[in-house]
């Protein structure tokens, strides 16, 4: 197998495509270490690991927090003595319900820290947490989970909502990741991120069915129908070209990308972003 002997850790990986690189990873031979924000997620998963013989360590919490994320490479390190691969695959956008007429900035303020704090701090604080454990060994592999929405040609902006703050963190994680490659490569370390394309995840799902009731082209077709465009990657009623393609993308899809960034096949490869998204993006 691909991975006989690596230690991988995945953050935010309770369910979606998270949960997929987690047994994309192990049933090449890789011991994980798994987080996410919910307990019963992250322990459901643990048991689904364990009964394809892998070894897993589980560490729940809020990624977000630098507490979480020690935790986690100590847990590496205690149970397995080494890290090899690291995958940030947490983000996402924030909401807020604040009303403060004493400050207007408030929403706003709260809006891009959540944001900020999922979808680039959390990736950078993790990378700085093992890069101590790849610098003394001389080696490691960093996938970065950035998206389209961080990408200069991707149409629609409000195809993400909260797109503002959503696209310029990951934006920001893809140029993080390029000169992260830049400053550790000497130390045989790896550096890539990926762009998934439209994925229709539980999240997306809860997001899309949230945001049709209230979308002007919405005539009440299937919220998943809607949201794919007959899942050929189109958002319908505006206008975003069909995937080359012409087919829905799962979240194997994106598994096997990284499963082929961390492995020896990939050792040449670092400081890239690969969209994996059926030809969406043009850049």
Request: charge should be negative; proline fraction near 4%.
């Amino acid at each position: 197998m691909k991975l006989d002997g690596k230690v991988s850790l995945i953050s935010a990986c309770g369910r979606g495509i998270g949960k997929e690189i987690a047994l994309t990873l192990a049933k090449e031979g890789s011991s994980v270490v798994i987080n996410s924000f919910s307990n019963e997620n992250t322990q459901a998963l643990a048991r689904e690991l364990e009964d394809l013989g892998a070894k897993v360590v589980a560490v729940p919490g809020d990624i977000t927090k630098s507490s979480i994320i020690l935790a986690m490479v100590d847990a590496a390190i205690d149970a397995f003595g080494k890290i090899d691969i690291l995958i940030n695959n947490v983000g996402g956008g924030s909401s807020t319900d604040i009303t403060d007429k004493d400050n207007p900035l408030a929403e706003v303020e709260a809006v891009w820290d959540g944001t900020y704090a999922m979808s680039l701090k959390a990736p950078v604080l993790m990378c700085e947490a093992v890069m101590p454990h790849f610098i003394e060994r001389k080696s490691g592999k960093i996938i970065n989970m950035s998206s389209l929405a961080g990408r200069p040609g991707m149409p629609h902006v409000d195809l993400v909502p909260l797109s503002s703050s959503y696209h310029s963190a990951k934006a920001g994680l893809i140029r993080y990741t390029q000169l992260l490659a830049d400053q550790v490569g000497r130390h045989n370390i790896n550096v890539n991120a990926i762009c998934p394309g439209i994925i229709y995840t539980d999240g997306w799902r809860e997001l899309s069915e949230a945001m049709v009731a209230n979308h002007p082209d919405y005539k009440g077709e299937d919220p998943r129908e809607w949201f794919l465009g007959v899942g050929q990657g189109r958002y319908a009623g505006e206008g975003l070209p069909q995937t080359p393609l012409r087919r829905e993308q799962t979240t194997a899809d994106i598994a096997e990308a990284v499963l082929f960034l961390t492995s020896d096949a990939a050792a040449n490869i670092t400081g890239q972003t690969l969209n994996v998204d059926g030809g969406m993006a043009k850049d």
